[in-house]
């Protein structure tokens, strides 16, 4: 009797009957039959929920390497983020609700509205160069002044570095153009070459909006952010040359590259000549030394495309990106499902792995006769995060995509360690491979939360997010989910790069 009622209860809470599995309650009832698992009846229903299941094995099972990093050199982009309430600010600027637009740059109070609507209606994060610089001078100075603003540590390499400066036996080192506000809020362990610091600091303006959260006729189906900036220092990537230049003397073990995505909306003449200089000095880092590179928000499919094809990621050993970034890749290379606008709620896992997968094939190394360094691509989205590596180059890898999709919960949460209670899966139980044939029929099991599979000679990690119901800050998450997987995973010895 109290096995069908803890089915119904379980169905109910976790699964809240979406995935319609004639086979799914047994699977569940084979789940919390396992030894560590096991509790007792009377506190099956907040005992047993599929979120603390996988909160235990995320616990049980997250080890680090045998072979861990100790020196990790990080660049180039770096800021104060300057967040506020998106909606609160545009209306103390005396801007109306109306119909949003996406624009590839941003002129205008009028066009960061828009812009801001389009993606807030979305649910989705994205980031754009404000091209006015005193029009940017004056909507920074209200967001500072702003009641509720808060500043944070800012920039995509200066967040990783952050997040890794949190490891006390690993020393980083950080090149970007850090002014004073920004030097002093970062961690005392972080390595600042004199060459990074400059007179002012770059700000980055972040306009939050939570879930639900209402402005005109739209409406937020989750929490997230919108990004500008007028940032010239990030946007002409001008500490690239002194970051290879400082890898000489600091010998990491691993390189952490980020900001490409500053140059996007600049024009083809600026970031074409810029990234043949930004090829070149990569270039010049030690073969031996794997390279991981952070994507972000980007428009121009010109740009993606020379980054793509012929430019940066053959040089890359990995690369870290999410939803947006992932279709936008595609569709600037024309790969698997480029014919779709957008996601549509929780992207679909198959053609999630299809995408990745022409990624590898057609810039990496998924055959040994490719001269492309790229052999691992870390994936994340709200709901759950998959990593896929070409065989026989990286390590640990389930305990990499747990400890990424670990932090994304705890941050987000703004807690050291998970709450169930704060926290919900959103994530399939059941799912396919692939989204064209022939295609494996997957499931997940909460009690060993990665599902694994192969296509060729090329693994995938799947694994939940136990997603935070109340997020208190989305800025950053990426690239902590970034940070704390790479921390996490190995580089087999055996294969150079």
Same mark, same amino acid.
């Given at each position: 009797?109290? &096995?069908? @009622?803890?089915? +119904? !209860?379980?169905?109910?809470? *976790?699964?809240? $009957?979406?995935? %319609?599995?004639?086979? =799914?309650?047994?699977?569940?009832?084979?789940?919390?039959?396992?030894?560590?698992?096991?509790?007792?009846?009377?506190?099956?229903?907040?005992?047993?929920?599929?979120?603390?299941?996988?909160?235990?094995?995320?616990?049980?099972?997250?080890?680090?390497?045998?072979?861990?990093?100790?020196?990790?050199?990080?660049?180039?982009?770096?800021?104060?983020?300057?967040?506020?309430?998106?909606?609160?600010?545009?209306?103390?600027?005396?801007?109306?609700?109306?119909?949003?637009?996406?624009?590839?740059?941003?002129?205008?109070?009028?066009?960061?509205?828009?812009?801001?609507?389009?993606?807030?209606?979305?649910?989705?994060?994205?980031?754009?160069?404000?091209?006015?610089?005193?029009?940017?001078? &004056?909507? @920074?100075?209200? +967001? !500072?002044?702003?009641?509720? *603003?808060?500043? $944070?540590?800012? %920039?995509?390499?200066? =967040?990783?570095?952050?997040?890794?400066?949190?490891?006390?036996?690993?020393?980083?080192?950080?090149?970007?153009?850090?002014?004073?506000?920004?030097?002093?809020?970062?961690?005392?362990?972080?390595?600042?070459?004199?060459?990074?610091?400059?007179?002012?600091?770059?700000?980055?303006?972040?306009?939050?909006?939570?879930?639900?959260?209402?402005?005109?006729?739209?409406?937020?189906?989750?929490?997230?952010?919108?990004?500008?900036?007028?940032?010239?220092?990030?946007?002409?990537?001008?500490?690239?040359?002194?970051?290879?230049?400082?890898?000489?003397?600091?010998?990491?073990?691993?390189?952490?590259?980020?900001?490409?995505?500053?140059?996007?909306?600049?024009?083809?003449?600026?970031?074409?000549?810029?990234?043949?200089? +930004?090829?070149?000095?990569?270039?010049?880092?030690?073969?031996?030394?794997?390279?991981?590179?952070?994507?972000?928000?980007?428009?121009?499919?010109?740009?993606?495309?020379?980054?793509?094809?012929?430019?940066?990621?053959?040089?890359?050993?990995?690369?870290?990106?999410?939803?947006?970034?992932?279709?936008?890749?595609?569709?600037?290379?024309?790969?698997?499902?480029?014919?779709?606008?957008?996601?549509?709620?929780?992207?679909?896992?198959?053609?999630?792995?299809?995408?990745?997968?022409?990624?590898?094939?057609?810039?990496?190394?998924?055959?040994?006769?490719?001269?492309?360094?790229?052999?691992?691509?870390?994936?994340?989205?709200?709901?759950?995060?998959?990593?896929?590596?070409?065989?026989?180059?990286?390590?640990?890898?389930?305990?990499?995509?747990?400890?990424?999709?670990?932090?994304?919960?705890?941050?987000?949460?703004?807690?050291?360690?998970?709450?169930?209670?704060?926290?919900?899966?959103?994530?399939?139980?059941?799912?396919?491979?692939?989204?064209?044939?022939?295609?494996?029929?997957?499931?997940?099991?909460?009690?060993?939360?990665?599902?694994?599979?192969?296509?060729?000679?090329?693994?995938?990690?799947?694994?939940?997010?136990?997603?935070?119901?109340?997020?208190?800050?989305?800025?950053?998450?990426?690239?902590?989910?970034?940070?704390?997987?790479?921390?996490?995973?190995?580089?087999?010895?055996?294969?150079?790069?």
């Amino acid at each position: 009797m109290w &096995r069908k @009622a803890l089915v +119904a !209860a379980l169905l109910a809470l *976790a699964v809240g $009957y979406f995935y %319609g599995s004639p086979e =799914l309650p047994e699977q569940i009832l084979q789940y919390i039959s396992l030894p560590n698992f096991q509790t007792s009846s009377q506190n099956l229903n907040s005992q047993n929920s599929l979120e603390r299941v996988i909160s235990s094995a995320w616990e049980a099972l997250i080890t680090l390497p045998t072979r861990q990093w100790s020196r990790v050199a990080v660049g180039v982009n770096a800021c104060v983020d300057v967040v506020v309430s998106g909606v609160s600010l545009l209306q103390a600027l005396a801007v109306d609700p109306g119909i949003g637009q996406d624009h590839e740059v941003l002129h205008s109070k009028e066009d960061l509205k828009e812009a801001f609507i389009h993606y807030m209606g979305r649910g989705a994060a994205a980031e754009r160069f404000f091209s006015d610089r005193e029009a940017f001078q &004056r909507i @920074a100075r209200a +967001a !500072a002044e702003y009641p509720n *603003a808060k500043f $944070y540590v800012g %920039g995509n390499a200066a =967040l990783i570095a952050q997040k890794l400066a949190t490891y006390p036996d690993l020393m980083v080192l950080l090149c970007g153009p850090v002014g004073p506000k920004l030097h002093e809020m970062l961690d005392e362990q972080i390595i600042v070459p004199p060459d990074s610091l400059q007179e002012t600091d770059e700000f980055h303006l972040i306009l939050e909006y939570k879930a639900g959260e209402k402005w005109g006729s739209t409406q937020a189906p989750q929490a997230n952010r919108f990004i500008f900036s007028h940032d010239m220092s990030n946007g002409k990537m001008s500490s690239l040359e002194t970051f290879v230049v400082s890898l000489e003397e600091f010998q990491p073990e691993l390189v952490v590259l980020s900001g490409l995505h500053m140059m996007d909306g600049q024009g083809r003449e600026l970031w074409e000549e810029r990234l043949k200089e +930004a090829v070149s000095a990569i270039s010049d880092i030690r073969k031996d030394i794997p390279i991981h590179l952070e994507l972000a928000s980007m428009t121009d499919k010109d740009y993606m495309n020379s980054i793509m094809q012929e430019q940066v990621m053959p040089i890359v050993s990995s690369i870290g990106l999410n939803e947006q970034e992932l279709l936008f890749l595609s569709q600037a290379g024309e790969g698997p499902h480029s014919e779709m606008e957008a996601w549509k709620g929780i992207p679909d896992v198959g053609r999630v792995s299809d995408i990745l997968l022409w990624i590898l094939e057609q810039h990496g190394r998924s055959e040994p006769s490719s001269e492309a360094d790229l052999t691992r691509i870390h994936f994340h989205t709200l709901a759950y995060h998959i990593l896929v590596t070409v065989d026989g180059y990286w390590g640990n890898q389930v305990a990499a995509v747990m400890a990424g999709a670990r932090v994304a919960c705890n941050q987000a949460c703004g807690l050291q360690s998970v709450d169930v209670s704060k926290v919900e899966l959103r994530a399939p139980l059941e799912f396919y491979s692939s989204h064209i044939e022939p295609r494996e029929q997957l499931s997940l099991n909460p009690a060993e939360p990665v599902t694994v599979w192969r296509r060729g000679n090329v693994t995938f990690y799947f694994t939940p997010v136990l997603v935070c119901k109340r997020p208190l800050r989305t800025v950053g998450l990426g690239d902590a989910i970034s940070a704390e997987g790479l921390l996490y995973s190995e580089l087999l010895p055996q294969q150079p790069f």
